[in-house]
C-alpha cells in the first residue's frame, strides 16, 4: 500500500510540473511568448528595438510576448491588424478603453495596417477621441504594415496627447493628409498630420506626406506639429520622409511647411528626408506684412540635428504689397544644434509688388546656433525685388559657432555663404574657445577641428 501511495504521488507531481510548464509557456494566444525575431521592447519608451533581446519568455497563461524574456512584466500587451475605417477606429477605441499603464509598466500595442483606407477627419474636435488615444496615459504604439491611411476630411490623423508614445516603423506606410483634388478631396485642411501634445513620435521608416493646411486657421507645421511645452518627450526622426506638405494663406503668417517645433519642446533628427514642403502666401493685399518661415522646418523650441537631409522645400510669395519668406531649409528661434546631416537645395523666394524679402535659403537664424559637423550647400535665397536679399547658405542675426562643418556653392544677391557673423573655434567641454570669426561673406566656408580652411 505505501508503495502504491508513494507511485501515485510521483505522477502527481510530474503532472503538476508538465502543467506548470505549459503554462508558463503562454497556453493563450500564439504560444511561446516572446517575439519571434527577438527585437521589439516595448518597455523602453524612448527604442523600440531591444538590443539585449531576451529569451521567448511570454506572459503567465496569455501568450502575449514581452520581448524581454520577462514572464510577467506586461499582460496588456495587444496586437491588432487593421484592414479598413471601421478597424481603424476600433482600434484607437480599444487602446482608449484599457487604462493607463505606469512610467515603468506602459501598456503596449502594435496596430499593423493592411490595405488603403480613408480616415474620418474630427472637424473642429481634431484633438479629440476620434483619431486620438485620449484620455488614456502612459501607452507605447507600434504603428507599422503595409499600405496608405489618408484623410477625407478636416482635422489630424493621428493626435497623440501625455504620456503617449508612438512608434511609426514601415517603409511602405504611408500617412497622407488633406488637399484639394488628392483623394477626391473638395478642401484643404485646418490641421497637421500629426499633433505631437504632451507625448512622443519617433518615425523610423513610412512616409507623412501631401497636407495642406490654411493659415488663416492652424497654419503651422503641416506634416507634424510639436507642442504645448512638452517635458515628456517630443519628436524623433530616425529614418522615414516627411514631403509634399503645404502651409498656406491669403490672410495670416505660416510657419513650418512639413515641421513645427513650439517653445519648450523638442525634435532630434538623425536620419531620413524632410524634402518638397512649401510655404504659400498669396494675397492682394495692401499695406499689410506677410511672413512665411521655415518651409522645411520652423523651431521655438530645441532642434538637434546629427544626420538626415533636409532639401528641396520652398517658400514663395505672390500678388501682394510686402512679403517676406525666411529659412528656406530650417528657421531657428530656439535653439539649434547641427551635428550632422545635410541641408541643401532649399529655396526662399519672394515675390511682391512693393517689398520682397528673403533670407537665409538654407537656414535663417534670429538667435545663436550651433555648427559642429554636416553640410549646407546649393541653396538659395532670391525675390523679384532686391529688397534685403542675401544668406543664400545661412542667415543670422546672432552668432554662428562652427566647430566642423561646411557652408558652400549656395546663391544669393548678397553675401551667398553667411550673411551675419560667424566665429570658428572648439568646445573645451562646454565653453567655446574661439580662433577667429567671419561676417558677410560669399566666400565657401569650411571648418574642421576648430579650424578653417
Not at 54 to 77: L, S, V
Request: negative net charge; aromatic residues 12%.
Amino acid at each position: 500500500m505505501l508503495k502504491k501511495n508513494f507511485f501515485t504521488m510521483i505522477i502527481i507531481i510530474v503532472g503538476l510540473v508538465i502543467l506548470g510548464v505549459f503554462s508558463a509557456c503562454g497556453g493563450g494566444d500564439t504560444g511561446g511568448g516572446g517575439a519571434p525575431d527577438g527585437n521589439y521592447n516595448p518597455y523602453d519608451p524612448y527604442d523600440p528595438y531591444n538590443p539585449n533581446p531576451g529569451g521567448n519568455g511570454g506572459n503567465i497563461g496569455d501568450g502575449n510576448y514581452d520581448g524581454g524574456g520577462d514572464p510577467d512584466k506586461n499582460p496588456a500587451n495587444k496586437s491588432i491588424i487593421v484592414t479598413n475605417t471601421d478597424e481603424w477606429e476600433a482600434a484607437l477605441k480599444t487602446i482608449r478603453n484599457g487604462g493607463n499603464g505606469t512610467a515603468t509598466n506602459p501598456k503596449t500595442y502594435t496596430i499593423t495596417v493592411d490595405g488603403t483606407f480613408f480616415v474620418r477627419g474630427a472637424g473642429n474636435n481634431s484633438y479629440g477621441p476620434i483619431n486620438s488615444f485620449y484620455p488614456v496615459t502612459y501607452i507605447t504604439v507600434k504603428l507599422n504594415g503595409n499600405g496608405k491611411l489618408f484623410l477625407i476630411g478636416n482635422g489630424c490623423l493621428l493626435s497623440i496627447s501625455d504620456y503617449q508614445t508612438v512608434y511609426i516603423d514601415s517603409a511602405d506606410l504611408i500617412l497622407e493628409g488633406l488637399t484639394t483634388g488628392q483623394n477626391n478631396s473638395a478642401n484643404d485642411n485646418y490641421y497637421p498630420v500629426i499633433n505631437v501634445a504632451g507625448g512622443v513620435l519617433e518615425l523610423w521608416n513610412g512616409t507623412i506626406r501631401g497636407n495642406t493646411v490654411q493659415g488663416g486657421h492652424f497654419g503651422r507645421g503641416a506634416g507634424v506639429y510639436i507642442g504645448s511645452n512638452q517635458t515628456f518627450g517630443g519628436f524623433t526622426m530616425k529614418g522615414g520622409t516627411i514631403s509634399d506638405n503645404i502651409t498656406y494663406s491669403k490672410a495670416a503668417d505660416v510657419y513650418g511647411g512639413g515641421v513645427y517645433i513650439d517653445t519648450g519642446c523638442t525634435f532630434t533628427m538623425s536620419g531620413g528626408i524632410i524634402t518638397e514642403n512649401r510655404i504659400i502666401i498669396d494675397n492682394e493685399a495692401n499695406g499689410i506684412d506677410y511672413y512665411g518661415k521655415g518651409c522645411g522646418v520652423f523651431n521655438n523650441g530645441t532642434f538637434t540635428m546629427s544626420g538626415g537631409i533636409i532639401s528641396n522645400n520652398s517658400g514663395s510669395s505672390t500678388g501682394g504689397y510686402r512679403f517676406y519668406i525666411y529659412g528656406g531649409g530650417v528657421y531657428n528661434a530656439g535653439t539649434f544644434i547641427m551635428s550632422g546631416g545635410t541641408i541643401n537645395n532649399n529655396v526662399a523666394n519672394a515675390n511682391a509688388r512693393g517689398i520682397a524679402s528673403a533670407l537665409g535659403g538654407g537656414v535663417y537664424s534670429s538667435v545663436d546656433f550651433i555648427m559642429s559637423g554636416g553640410s549646407i550647400y546649393n541653396n538659395t535665397a532670391t525675390a523679384n525685388i532686391t529688397y534685403g536679399v542675401s544668406g543664400g547658405g545661412v542667415y543670422v542675426r546672432g552668432i554662428v559657432r562652427i566647430a566642423n562643418g561646411e557652408i558652400y556653392n549656395n546663391n544669393a544677391t548678397t553675401y551667398a555663404s553667411l550673411s551675419g557673423s560667424a566665429e570658428y573655434g572648439t568646445f573645451a567641454g562646454t565653453t567655446w574657445v574661439k580662433n577667429g570669426e567671419l561676417k558677410n561673406t560669399n566666400d565657401n566656408i569650411r571648418v574642421v577641428n576648430g579650424v578653417l580652411y
